[in-house]
Each structure stands twice: as C-alpha cells, then as structure tokens.
C-alpha cells in the first residue's frame, strides 16, 4: 500500500523467483493534479504462480513544475502486508 500526492508518479510491484526472473510485474502511473488529494495505490497478489520468492516494490516520481527548491513527488506509508489465509 503506497499513498501518492501530485505530480507523476510510478509504482512498479513485482514478484520474483528464486533466480531473481520477474513471474508477476504490475505498474502504476499516475500525474499531477488529477484530484490534487493524497490517493492510496494498493494491489493485492492472488493466484501467483508456485516458486515465488521476492515481492519487488519500486517507486519514482518527477516534479513536472520544474520549481527551485526541494520539491517534487511525495510518497509515504509503503507497505507489504503478508496474509496466510
């Protein structure tokens, strides 16, 4: 689970095998201004194929404004919630 805010934001979530191949890779793009309130990216892994061993989790952002200073994307809370059931 990743909260995003404003500018372009990327999300990739991959599962990997033991040898490191991605068997399951999804990604999320998202840009600047589209509601201008913080959004919760989230996605569930079901049905994934037997062997898996690592959940690769990546986030990128630009600032599209090209401001001076320290701005640009913000993320925050990046989560990995391992369920049992």
């Given at each position: 689970?990743?909260?995003?805010?404003?500018?372009?934001?990327?999300?990739?979530?991959?599962?990997?095998?033991?040898?490191?191949?991605?068997?399951?890779?999804?990604?999320v793009e998202t840009d600047q201004w589209?509601?201008?309130?913080?959004?919760?990216?989230?996605?569930?892994?079901?049905?994934?194929?037997?062997?898996?061993?690592?959940?690769?989790?990546?986030?990128?952002?630009?600032?599209?404004?090209?401001?001076?200073?320290?701005?640009?994307?913000k993320m925050a809370k990046t989560s990995?919630?391992?369920?049992?059931?």
């Amino acid at each position: 689970m990743i909260f995003v805010c404003n500018e372009y934001i990327f999300v990739s979530k991959r599962l990997r095998s033991e040898d490191g191949g991605t068997v399951f890779e999804t990604n999320v793009e998202t840009d600047q201004w589209v509601g201008g309130d913080w959004q919760q990216v989230e996605h569930r892994f079901v049905d994934y194929p037997v062997g898996v061993r690592k959940v690769v989790i990546q986030n990128a952002g630009k600032d599209r404004q090209y401001w001076a200073g320290h701005y640009g994307a913000k993320m925050a809370k990046t989560s990995v919630i391992v369920s049992f059931d």
